[in-house]
Structure formats: C-alpha cells, structure tokens
C-alpha cells in the first residue's frame, strides 16, 4: 500500500474516541481504526524506512494498571524511529491532527548523567544550544520532563542549567489539520522535517552510543 495521507475519517475516530473511550466503541469502530489509521501510519513508515530505518507502530492500548485513568484506548497513533538508546524520530496522528518530532525520551539515571555530562561541557553544550535555537526559527517547539529544583551536582547558575533540569528532551511541532496531512505530500513534509531534527538526534545518540 503507498501512503496517500491519513483520511479525515481517522482524525474523527479519534475525536470520537475521546468522547467515548470504551472497548464497545472500539470494536464497534474497529475497522475504521484498521482503514483509516494503521494501514496509512504503516504506509508513512514504509516510506521513511529508506532513510530513517523501520519504525516501531506503538500499539492502541493504554497500559491502566497503575494508572488512575482506566481509560482502555490511546487517543492518537504514534510511530517511532531509534536512532539509538532511548533516541529517534517521532510521528503520530489523533484527534488535533498530525505530529512530528526528535530527540531523547527516556530518563534512566545511566542515560540521563551522559546526557547532562554534555551538557555541562562548553563545546557540546553549546553546540546543543545551536542546534535548539535553529530548530526553534524552523517553528519547532522544546517540550520533555524537566526538574523544577536544580540536579544534584551543578550549581543554579550555570550557563545551562535550563538545559541540566531536562529528564527527556524533544523538538517538535505540529501540522494540525493543514489540508497537507490529507495527500501522499504529508510524507515529504515528514521526511524534511526529521532531516531537520537529525543534528539533534545524532547529538544525543553519539552521547549514548557506549550505552547501546
């Protein structure tokens, strides 16, 4: 199957889907699901795959069992490409439309301490700074887990410290319901996109190459 977009039909499934977040609704709206939504994120991979490498499809089902909502279903599809430990690229479609996104997800300690290493240092954690504000002129926006205190280790005034409070650390922006996200061109403006954010990706995963 080659991509054509993701139909308006998946867009309103997830709209629904949040209205109505049971299991009777989504066997009832199962296929939709299957047409609407899979088929089309696997279509989107499969065209990535040549550049970035293959993506794992995260599956629909929330994991509720230390979770206070009990709610059975995720309220979007996300893919994800590593390009190494706990680092990639990242896209999904719900409900508000499409997202694309990079960098660093996860916080383990032996992770987050190389991380936060590189930082600390003047060149690398320059040349992350760089990379950021570019990323920021290209309309992308800073999001991730960040500490309100200082980290153990480094002091408040450092010229980074913003940066040190990061646990997870990802660009990213959104396409919403740009009429682009509906044609077989969402793949381009994808790919254009994860190339911008590759820097920022190999960043992190030179950091934690010893770790994989």
């Not at 490498?53 to 599809?77: E, L, M, N």
């Not at 504000?133 to 309100?148: C, D, I, N, P, Q």
Request: aromatic share 12%; with cysteine.
């Amino acid at each position: 199957m080659s991509f054509a977009g993701f139909p308006v039909a998946a867009l309103d499934f997830y709209d629904d889907l949040e209205v109505e977040n049971t299991r009777a609704f989504w066997e009832q709206h199962r296929a939709t699901y299957d047409e609407s939504v899979a088929a089309p994120m696997r279509a989107l991979c499969d065209e990535l795959a040549g550049e970035f490498g293959a993506a794992k499809i995260f599956r629909p089902y929330r994991d509720v069992r230390f979770a206070k909502d009990k709610t059975p279903y995720k309220t979007h599809q996300g893919a994800f490409v590593a390009a190494g430990p706990s680092c990639g690229w990242y896209v999904q479609v719900g409900a508000p439309g499409v997202r694309v996104g990079g960098g660093f997800y996860q916080a383990e300690a032996p992770n987050l301490a190389r991380i936060r290493d590189a930082i600390d240092l003047d060149h690398s954690g320059r040349e992350l700074e760089r990379m950021l504000t570019s990323l920021e002129a290209y309309g992308f926006e800073r999001s991730g887990e960040r500490l309100k205190t200082t980290p153990r280790g480094w002091s408040a005034d450092h010229p980074r410290i913003d940066l040190l409070r990061h646990k997870s650390l990802a660009m990213g922006r959104s396409y919403g319901f740009e009429p682009v996200i509906h044609t077989p061109e969402l793949a381009d403006r994808v790919r254009e996109d994860w190339r911008r954010l590759r820097p920022l990706v190999a960043w992190v995963a030179e950091r934690l190459e010893a770790l994989g």
